[in-house]
Antibody, heavy 118, light 109 residues
C-alpha cells in the first residue's frame, strides 16, 4: 500500500525558514516524479513544485520560485521542501503527491500545516 | 501559470446529473489530453476521480465521467448521491508542471 507521510509543518514568523519532509513507502520511490501541492485555509489547490525521479530536474510555481527548493533522497525514500523567506501568503496545508507518470496524482499524503504569522 | 476557471458552485438533486466545466487555454487544457479531476471532502486529502481526460481509476463509480472540447474540460456526475457533495478540482499539465482549477463546491439538495 502506497503511503506518503508529511511532517515539519509549524508556526513560523514572516521571513523565516522551514523544511518539510515526506516519507514514502509501498512503492519504488526512485521510479517516480514527486510533487508538492498546497492549499491555503478555505482555498483551492495550488501546485508548488516537482522533482524528477533522479532529482535532475526541478520546477517551481512562479509564486515560490527563488524562495523554495525541492529535493529528494532516494536512499531514504524521502522528499523535501526547503522554504525560505516565508510570507503570510505561504500559510497552507502542504501535500506531497506521487506522479503516476502522466501528470496526475493517485496518491497524496494527509498534509502538514505551515502557518506564517508574527 | 494562471489557474483554470471553474464555476464556484453547482447544485443538483439526488438522481439528477450535473456538469462542472474547467476552462483553460491553448497552453494547457487545449494542448494536452492530460486533464485530471479530484474530489475533496472537508478535512480530507484530494481523491483522483478522472485522469487523462476521461479515464476512471479502479474503484471510482461509473457515474463519474470526463470529456474535453477545445480549451474546456468537463466532469459529469450522473445519478447524484448525497456522498457526492464535496469540492471538485480540475488539473491540467501545463508544459511546466501542472495547473489546478479554482475548485467547484457541489451541493446535493
Amino acid at each position: 500500500e502506497v503511503q506518503l507521510v508529511e511532517s515539519g509543518g509549524v508556526v513560523v514568523q514572516p521571513g523565516g525558514s522551514l523544511r518539510l519532509s515526506c516519507a514514502a513507502s509501498g512503492f519504488t520511490f526512485d521510479d517516480y516524479t514527486m510533487h508538492w501541492v498546497r492549499q491555503a485555509p478555505g482555498k483551492g489547490l495550488e501546485w508548488v513544485s516537482l522533482i524528477s525521479w533522479d532529482g535532475g530536474s526541478t520546477y517551481y510555481a512562479d509564486s515560490v520560485k527563488g524562495r523554495f527548493t525541492i529535493s529528494r533522497d532516494n536512499s531514504k525514500n524521502s522528499l523535501y521542501l526547503q522554504m525560505n523567506s516565508l510570507r503570510t501568503e505561504d500559510t497552507a496545508l502542504y501535500y506531497c503527491a506521487k506522479d503516476t507518470g502522466e501528470w496526475y496524482f493517485q496518491h497524496w499524503g494527509q498534509g502538514t500545516l505551515v502557518t506564517v504569522s508574527s | 501559470q494562471s489557474a483554470l476557471t471553474q464555476p464556484a458552485s453547482v447544485s443538483g438533486s439526488p438522481g439528477q446529473s450535473i456538469t462542472i466545466s474547467c476552462t483553460g487555454t491553448s497552453s494547457d487544457v487545449g494542448s494536452y489530453n492530460l486533464v485530471s479531476w479530484y474530489q475533496q471532502h472537508p478535512g480530507k486529502a484530494p481523491k483522483l476521480m478522472i485522469y487523462e481526460g476521461s479515464k476512471r481509476p479502479s474503484g471510482v463509480s461509473n457515474r463519474f465521467s470526463g470529456s474535453k472540447s477545445g480549451n474546456t474540460a468537463s466532469l459529469t456526475i450522473s445519478g447524484l448521491q448525497a456522498e457526492d457533495e464535496a469540492d471538485y478540482y480540475c488539473c491540467s499539465y501545463a508544459g511546466v508542471g501542472v495547473v489546478f482549477g479554482g475548485g467547484t463546491k457541489l451541493t446535493v439538495l
